[in-house]
């Protein structure tokens, strides 16, 4: 009787599936990668988040990650940081291949191509572990027909963190499906804030002051012919939609496309 109750009481609730855990990469003392298996009838677009987490006891531990994989994939792969008593990350972060991993029934977002009008150029501006959203869709052979160039711009602190960002642009050049049409318009630019390099400063203020298009010898932002997607922390959603609006782009959405979306489900 003890054993039935047991299993009873620790079940996975209905909303999740459970997941067996593929790989696991870890890139620094505070960065790791993993993949799992994707349950059968688990369907999203590239650029979507979904629901990750752990039984924690009785009860799941669940939290909003993007899916680093594009829709077409047969694994799903995460990006995520380690948080030394955050009440999730500090448990997830020990994964092996092998052990089970929750995922929500329900990916959902607005980093997805659909929530864009039309346009040329798209831009993918990230920090940090934002980047995740943009590894799925600068996998995604549909991000190429839509647009002649896509820009990926990852601002990190340190050098060590911008390596999961140049292991994924290697990837997607060397990926049979989207590599040949990627290597044609695919740009990834690199910025540090705390290590020297060729590009150094917050995104913000390098698109304020003209570095980062002076950089790769490209025009400044157009709201006709730009489409941009923001993920990062707060305040750099809060501080590009700024510059975004202030340059005449629109926020768009699920139900209204516009010419610029950000992802404000890690908020807070
Ligand atoms: P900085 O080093 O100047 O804080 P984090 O690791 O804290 O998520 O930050 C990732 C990157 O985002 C860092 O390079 C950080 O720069 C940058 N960043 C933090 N806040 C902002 C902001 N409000 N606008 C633009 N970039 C930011």
């Not at 752990?54 to 899916?67: D, H, Q």
């Not at 047969?74 to 929750?102: C, H, M, R, W």
Request: proline fraction near 7%.
């Amino acid at each position: 009787m003890a054993d039935q109750q047991e299993s009873i009481a620790i079940a996975p609730p209905a909303n999740v599936h459970v997941a067996r855990v593929a790989t696991v990469k870890h890139y620094t003392d505070s960065l790791f990668a993993f993949t799992c298996e994707r349950p059968a009838s688990l369907r999203f677009r590239s650029g979507e988040f979904v629901m990750i987490g752990l039984m924690n006891g009785p009860k799941p531990l669940l939290r909003a990650y993007s899916i680093a994989s594009p829709a077409w994939a047969e694994e799903l792969a995460f990006y995520s940081i380690k948080v030394p008593a955050g009440p999730l990350t500090s448990q997830l972060q020990n994964i092996k291949p092998g052990d089970e991993v929750l995922v929500g029934k329900k990916p959902t977002g607005t980093l997805v191509l659909d929530a864009l009008t039309p346009g040329k150029r798209l831009f993918l501006v990230s920090t940090g572990t934002g980047i995740a959203p943009f590894a799925s869709l600068i996998r995604d052979p549909e991000t190429y027909e839509r647009y002649d160039e896509v820009i990926l711009t990852h601002t990190c602190r340190t050098s060590p963190e911008l390596v999961y960002g140049a292991d994924i642009v290697d990837e997607t050049l060397a990926d049979p499906l989207v590599g040949e049409i990627a290597v044609g318009k695919l740009r990834h630019i690199t910025s540090l804030t705390r290590d020297a390099h060729p590009l150094q400063g917050r995104i913000t203020r390098l698109i304020e002051d003209g570095a980062f298009f002076a950089h790769f010898g490209a025009a400044p932002f157009n709201p006709a012919e730009d489409r941009i997607m923001i993920c990062g922390s707060v305040g750099v959603l809060n501080d590009m939609k700024e510059i975004a609006e202030a340059r005449g782009f629109v926020e768009g959405s699920n139900n209204e496309p516009g010419t610029f979306v950000v992802e404000r489900a890690f908020a807070g």
